[in-house]
């Protein structure tokens, strides 16, 4: 018997999809395997669905764990604690893998002791029944080897569906549901603690875009906070002038919050004005700018070029009175003075503007001086 992998599969109102995902689990060639379905929270019949393949499929180890809903990443990590496997893959209840998915990775790993994860090429699919003007025709995605360095620099996409060591998993404290990207989280927790991730350059899991829709619908927002956030929580793998920046962009974004107070703020009357709601809404904006100008004040200026540190700078003072309007704003809302608040929403409306075009300067240069072009010379970010 081959070494034993735990498959989690987290399924939330996928019961529709739940039967195929497993079906291409249990065809799988290599012969040690157990599935886990963790049914989180469904309204559907998912519970059903995975006690019908469970009676179907006596001769598998097949388990169901129930929870209320919790999310995905929660529910993942409910899987792996309810495992037992050496190795995790971690599947989505609406994809599939091919049947050598295992046996190629698990080959892979038992191989290479310090080798935390194996991942694959990705063949993006759509359903046979979705309009025929939604439907694309199968495409593979490829992946370069991983080179921690250049990874950590352009976060290329590397698919959640890898084989990973449970040691190197249970290491990293698991998926943080914190996370913007708690898959790219989990990698970076992995690989900077010296865990090797080793490709497989073939097309081993499927990712299914119902409706043919290979769009996310995503806010050109995601890829700065993703990136922050990442920046935020590993600190020590970014240098200083790509930690300026990205919290430089996201004081921009924390502006573009800040219009959401002054819109709240702009000509109510006393009668019925919701002052909680005014109240944490200040609180919340005013606490961003905050963190985000004390970030950029804990850099280190000496290790950031002079046209970085120009147009930052600029970004900065603005951001600095949008902040002090902000407390002063807070302080207002405190003390229920409509006039006085009135008057700081003033203040800010002239701010804010000013914020957007001097973030317009800041993302010119920092994506020039810190990304540049990416190896292909394509010029593309990833």
Known sequence: ?????????????????LRRAVDSALAQTHDGFEIVIVNDGST????????????????????????????????????????????????????TIEPEMLAETVAVMDTDPRCGIVYTYTRHRCDADDPPERVFEDAVQEYPEFDFAHWVRRNPQLDACSLVRRQAFDETGGLDPGQFAEDLDLWLGITKRGWRAR?????????????????????WTQPIQLRWQLIHKHPELYDEGERLFVASLMLGLAAADAIGVVETFSGPSEA??????????????????????AACEDVAEAKVSGALKAATDDMLAVSRQA??????????????????????????????????????????VGMAEIYGPTRDGTGRTH
């Not at 019908?52 to 990590?77: F, S, V, W």
């Not at 944490?280 to 963190?291: I, L, P």
């Open 44 to 95: 559907d019949d998912t519970h059903e669905v995975a006690t019908q393949l469970i009676a179907e499929h006596p001769e598998a180890k097949i388990t169901l764990i129930d929870q209320e809903q919790m999310g995905a990443p929660r529910a993942r990590n409910s899987g792996v604690a309810g495992s037992s496997g050496e190795y995790v893959l971690l599947m989505d209840s609406d994809d």
């Open 199 to 219: 490709l497989v350059p073939k097309p081993l899991f499927n990712y299914w875009h119902h409706g043919g829709a290979r769009e996310s619908g995503e806010s």
């Open 272 to 293: 019925g004005f919701d002052w909680t709601l005014g109240s944490d809404q200040v609180r919340r904006v005013h606490e961003q700018f905050a963190e985000l100008l």
């Open 323 to 364: 902040d002090g309007a902000l407390a002063d704003l807070e302080g207002a809302v405190e003390a229920r003075d409509l006039e006085a608040a009135a008057l700081h929403v003033q203040e800010l409306e002239a701010i804010l503007p000013t914020i957007g075009e001097r973030m317009v300067a800041v993302h010119e």
């Open 1 to 17: 018997m081959g070494t034993l992998v735990s498959i989690v599969v987290p399924c939330h109102n996928h019961a529709r999809y």
